[in-house]
């Protein structure tokens, strides 16, 4: 069984060890096993540490019946002495952002009596899973007292009561746990069961800011970021309002009233364009001549809507079969209608011809096709007319 010393001390970056076995594993590289460990192995929604091993790149640690396997590029000679090195920026971070979790967690379980029933931490973000509902208001007062708990600088205490003292000992925990139970307490805002490493003291974790909240599985889920995410994160959307400031001719901080302005005239805009369409389309309409059989036209300019308002109009006009195209990059997407026939089995002609799909009822069809514009007439034209 592995010595596992990111338990001793989770500020350790370096250790010498010895290899004890070294095995290559498809697509993974090599499993290795060493006496003793500074490499957390993934677990409790912690991913495995990465690093390396005297200068060979360790890309996951796991663990199987007690031992941490390191995943390496390269072999590792059994019994050999060797050095070894985690991502220490990454490790950090993954403690600040899982050292978060238990804050917000804490909290959510305090103030509502809500079970964290999901944890991810991945390097991007940290998203975790609440039982019950939290409204944005009420989210946003649970940042501001996790906060507060880093301005405090609490000390993390790591725990490892016995069995006779758990008996009495409340704490949050999401499985059953057999053996030691290792308890992780933030004094005044969380007692939890985890394995993995945390920070030291709460001011570590730098600043916490919740970035999403959606309603999930009954519940929420909460996406977080803290440390060095939460710059990143504060940096971009900084980067970004600015760059949305200079494209609006607006200073910041009047952003929310001219992003309304902008809404505005595009809403003033959109109608416009739409009067002009229905315009347009009475115009085009009154162009087919009435009484004649059939009618076949393409177009640009108008939208989905457009063309079967352009079709019911040539058909008012007691034309029998009207089908209209509307150019969609290299292809047509196309309506076709009658008050009289069922047009289905030319949808289908028309798709079998021109390598399109649609359907619809007996009096009217939609779809897509491909196709030169006058081989689709002729074919359109013989297809009715037969």
């Known amino acids: 069984m592995t010595e596992k010393l990111f338990y001793e001390d989770a500020y350790r970056k370096e250790f010498d060890a010895r290899v004890l076995s070294c ?8 499993e290795v096993v060493l006496d003793r460990t500074a490499f957390f192995p993934e677990g409790g929604g912690q991913y495995g540490d990465v690093g390396e091993i005297s200068g060979v790149r360790v890309s996951d640690t796991q663990e199987k019946d007690g031992d941490v396997i390191h995943y ?8 050999a002495a060797v050095t070894g090195k985690i991502d220490w920026e990454i490790r950090f971070s993954r403690m600040q952002q899982h050292t978060a979790e238990h804050i917000l967690s804490g909290l959510a379980h305090s103030i509502f009596g809500y079970q964290n029933v999901g944890f991810h931490l991945s390097d991007e973000i940290c998203t975790m899973d609440f039982s ?22 609490i000390e993390v205490n790591v725990l490892c009561p016995s069995r006779e003292e758990l008996k009495n000992f409340e704490y949050r925990s999401k499985i059953e746990i057999e053996g030691q139970v290792r308890i992780i307490q933030i004094p005044g805002y969380d ?8 920070l030291k003291r709460t001011g570590e974790i730098g600043q916490i800011k919740v970035i999403g909240l959606m309603n999930y599985k009954g519940g929420v ?17 900084e980067k970004d309002m600015k760059e949305i ?11 929310p009233e001219a992003v309304q302005k902008l809404k505005d005239d595009m809403e003033r805009q959109k109608s416009e364009v739409l009067s002009l369409q229905r315009k347009l389309i009475t115009y085009k309409a009154a162009e087919v001549p009435a009484g004649q059989k059939l009618a076949c036209l393409f177009e640009k ?10 079709m019911n109009q040539v058909l008012e006009n007691h034309v029998t079969v009207c089908g209209v195209f509307l150019q969609k990059g290299e292809g047509w997407k196309y309506v076709v209608g009658s008050r009289e026939k069922d047009v289905r089995e030319i949808g289908k002609k028309l798709n079998e011809r021109f390598h399109g799909r649609g359907g619809g009822k007996p009096e009217m069809i939609q779809g897509s096709l491909q196709g030169r514009p006058e081989d689709i007439k002729s074919f359109f034209e013989e297809t009715v007319n037969g």
């Open 23 to 30: 095995r290559p594993v498809p697509e993974k590289g090599y």
């Open 72 to 79: 390496t590029s390269e072999p590792l000679q059994e019994g």
């Open 132 to 153: 019950g509902p939290v409204t944005k208001e009420e989210m946003e007062e649970i940042e501001k007292r996790a906060n507060e708990a880093v301005y405090k600088n």
């Open 191 to 198: 007692t939890c069961a985890c394995c993995a490493p945390h």
């Open 221 to 237: 889920r909460v996406t977080m970021v803290s440390g060095n995410r939460a710059l990143c994160d504060h940096e971009k959307r």
């Open 245 to 255: 400031s200079k494209l609006l001719s607006a200073k910041e901080w009047e952003l």
């Open 301 to 310: 300019d108008l939208d989905g809507t457009g063309i079967r308002e352009l």
